[in-house]
């Protein structure tokens, strides 16, 4: 894209939190196409959310309210029946779900022209868990897809978290990668608390593991977790549009994804590590603590 479609047309919560005119096109079109194919569902998008941690989790906490209070929407209609088996089985009860969208995950990425930014599209059941989960690389021309139980996918090929060489990630098995070897990417938080976070955490992590990378994009680092191109991803202060896709993509393909403090990640997790598991997320988490910057 090029010209007035990627001029500012405001920031957000500060200086470095932008917004095109055409992030709200592309939540539109998203939006009408996912409500016309399914009606009775619920939609959240990041244009809909003010700026703010405060209005992100108001946001998300109302949807998952809404979700729980909404009455299920009604059976499709099934072929009539004279059978008295048929009379007296219950009405099947259809789930609830919640679609979580980020248009375009990367935006100031996308202002300079620099292709790491891509849409990241969720879906949530009335618990709160993902159980779908799609980001889209128009650059690389590569689509990540997980479903929750049926693993993760790229260009419809299984992935798995893998280091190079290795054999595979997991919760208890990060495929004997080492935290020397780890290639790990970090955020580039707007907020200006974040931030310093970010910076004091570099001096305890950097010494330790092989590379750190800040590509700008929540939604490729967790999708390139997932695929083992990079061993873990942390960042600070990210909404649950920045990370549901990504979250179902690493736990799909054999990783772990937590809080700085090692709880499972939610849609209300604001400080995230993702990473191919084992001793090697650990270790991670150990040393933001040690930092004191978890």
Known sequence: MAGKTTEVSKTKANSRDLLTLIDPLCEGTIRDAILESFPHHDFLGEEDVPPGREASARAIDAKLKNLLATPPPPPPPSPSSSSSSSSSSPPSRRKKYLWIVD????TTNFVNGIPLCMPSIAVADETGEVVVGVVRDPHRDETFAAARGRGATMNGVAIRCAPPGG???GNDDDGGLSLGDAVVAMGSPPATESMAMS????????PRVRTIRMLGSAAVM???VANGRLSAYWEYDLSSWD???GSILIEEAGGRITDLEGERWNLRTRKICGSVGGKVHGEILDTLAEAGVV
């Open 103 to 106: 248009p375009i995950d990367g």
């Open 167 to 169: 054999r595979g990630g």
């Open 199 to 206: 910076l004091r955490a570099l001096p305890a992590l950097m």
């Open 222 to 224: 967790l999708a390139w």
């Open 243 to 245: 990370v549901a896709a």
